[in-house]
């Protein structure tokens, strides 16, 4: 019931604001267009069909792809999470009936809904249009969803950690925007981890950032190494592995932290 | 006009010291932002890296030169940052709160006290990743620049300021006249976006564009053609198009402010 009116409340304020999801709209085509120029100026001057394993419409989609990515899995977990406990709001959500835990989820899954109905379809449609993706399928595309979903719960944990951070720092900003940089720059949210370093790669393949932006573009871009069942199904397990860590880590770090939550304000 | 001119930069020095004073009452907080901004502005940096060792690049840049020109770049997003980080922020409260009003009774031009308003210290962080870069990138190249070159770089700043002044009055022209902007902002940086790579990556109706009509090609590009002593005489346009760009945002500012129905309370 609180998932329904959470969704619903989500899409009204989105409506009220409809000029900003137009401007929204327009904006992303502008990255794809700097992209596209970007791109096919490498790929003219070195002179090749394909750099690091991708094609030229490859490394466009890539990039189209971290913005996917992103309308995916945004939520502001850490940022309500923080205030909550800052502003000590925390110890009335602990009066209500529903833990805190799922209400947030919810809120950050309604919040996403409406961002893949009202940014990533059109957005997808918008981008086709421009630069068509001739290696884009029903399967594929349905594949990438369910990747999306899982880095969702990733980055909602790790957001949700960040957030309880404020327990022990109170300004936790530094070190959200720190954590942000290194999913970006270790995950492959700025370009394929295949162009780094064998020894970065190594660094990448120990943190869980790569299961939220790189793999999931990858089954996106419908890649050799990740188009069969059983590779596609080894990054759920693996996406899974890390959530299921992620929520005992929360759940553990809750328990721990709220014994010596102390509320002041409100 | 000298007078408004003097008294707008009197202005400017106190809010400057005023947001310093705030800066240095949260200083761990301070000393947190700045570092994870040196840490923020390295990755376009190392993109560039990146793209430079595992591939040939662009046409016309090797990285020694490519690193000169995100050096400048970072210096030029930590100046702006520093010098109008927070007209914005500014513009947004004093509308919707009705304060606004308020600056048109006041002595000098309501703009000129919105532009002055803008000093942020959080823009050092670019600052100094963009000062290191560029001398790293001056070794590397050993890049002995003559008075003449130096000037013609110092100039493309102060050209850049001027078109950033343009762009920041639009945004404040939206503002009063929209009241909520939302995601406007947004969209403008999009597009100012296109100014941080070297102009040689678009097609050629586009550098044209980017020295003329829409010259962002003055924050990053030219200085570093400046420096590295390859600067052509079309880059001239880029220079008239700053002022150009300023004195036409000043004219839909005065057209609009006349306009001006109030707004919030």
Same mark, same amino acid.
């Given at each position: ?8 409340? @989500? ?7 409809? @000029? ?124 990438? #969803? #369910? ?55 190594? #660094? ?59 509320? #002041?304000?409100? | ?22 800066? %240095?009452? $949260? ?18 940096? =190392? ?19 490519? %690193? ?44 000129? !006290? ?30 002995? +620049? ?10 493309? =700043? ?9 762009? %920041? ?9 929209? !009241? ?17 790579? +070297?102009?040689?990556? $678009? +097609? ?8 003329? !009509?829409? +010259? ?50």
């Amino acid at each position: 019931m609180f998932f329904l009116k959470a969704v619903q409340t @989500n899409i009204k304020q989105f409506m009220q604001y409809r @000029n900003s999801f137009l401007i929204s709209i327009a904006i992303h085509p502008f990255i794809l267009l700097v992209n596209i120029f970007l791109y096919r100026s490498i790929f003219a001057h070195n002179g090749t069909e394909e750099i690091k394993g991708y094609t030229l419409s490859e490394m466009i989609w890539y990039t189209a792809g971290i913005t996917f990515v992103w309308i995916f899995i945004w939520n502001f977990a850490e940022r309500r999470i923080s205030d909550y406990i800052v502003t000590g709001d925390l110890s009335i959500h602990l009066l209500k009936p529903i833990n805190i835990f799922w209400f947030e989820l919810y809120s950050a899954v309604a919040l996403r809904i409406t961002g893949i109905l009202l940014e990533f379809v059109p957005d997808l449609i918008i981008y086709s249009l421009i630069y068509p993706p001739d290696f884009l399928t029903a399967l594929s595309l349905l594949k990438f #969803v #369910v990747v999306c979903i899982m880095s969702f719960c990733l980055f909602f944990l790790i957001n949700y950690l960040i957030g309880m951070t404020a327990f022990a720092l109170k300004s936790n900003s530094g070190l959200n925007e720190f954590v942000y940089i290194s999913m970006n720059l270790l995950g492959g949210g700025l370009i394929p981890l295949d162009f780094y370093p064998a020894w970065l790669q190594r #660094v990448c393949d120990f943190l869980p950032f790569k299961y939220i932006f790189y793999y999931p573009i990858q089954v996106f871009l419908n890649k050799d190494s990740v188009s069969s069942w059983g590779s596609w199904g080894e990054i759920v397990l693996a996406q899974l592995a890390w959530i299921i860590g992620g929520f005992v880590l929360c759940h553990l770090l809750w328990k721990v932290a709220i014994r010596k939550f102390c509320a #002041v304000g409100g | 006009m000298t007078a408004n001119i003097t008294g707008l930069l009197k202005l400017y020095y106190w809010n400057m010291k005023l947001s310093v004073s705030r800066s %240095m009452a $949260y200083r761990f907080d301070f000393v947190i932002g700045v570092l994870t901004s040196i840490l923020f502005s390295g990755t376009a940096p =190392f993109l560039q890296y990146i793209f430079f060792t595992q591939t040939k690049g662009y046409p016309g840049w090797n990285l020694d030169q490519i %690193m000169l020109f995100q050096g400048l770049l970072l210096l030029w997003l930590g100046l702006r940052q520093t010098l109008f980080g927070n007209v914005m922020n500014v513009a947004h409260g004093l509308v919707r709160k009705g304060d606004f009003d308020r600056l048109l009774v006041k002595p000098y031009p309501p703009l000129g !006290v919105l532009l002055c308003s803008g000093f942020n210290l959080k823009g050092i962080g670019s600052l100094i990743s963009g000062c290191v870069l560029t001398g790293y990138a001056f070794a590397r190249l050993d890049l002995v +620049p003559g008075p003449a070159e130096v000037l013609l770089a110092l100039a493309s =700043f102060a050209c850049s300021i001027v078109l950033y002044m343009g762009v %920041m009055t639009l945004l404040c022209t939206m503002v009063i006249m929209l !009241v909520q902007v939302g995601r406007l902002e947004e969209l403008v940086e999009r597009l100012l976006g296109f100014g941080d790579y +070297p102009i040689n990556i $678009y +097609p050629k109706l586009l550098q044209k564009l980017f020295l003329t !009509v829409f +010259p962002f090609a003055i924050w990053a590009y030219v200085p570093s053609q400046a420096l590295l002593d390859r600067l052509g005489s079309d880059n001239a346009t880029a220079a008239v198009g700053c002022f150009a760009v300023f004195a036409i945002s000043v004219w839909i500012w005065n057209r609009s402010l006349n306009r001006y129905t109030s707004a919030g309370g």
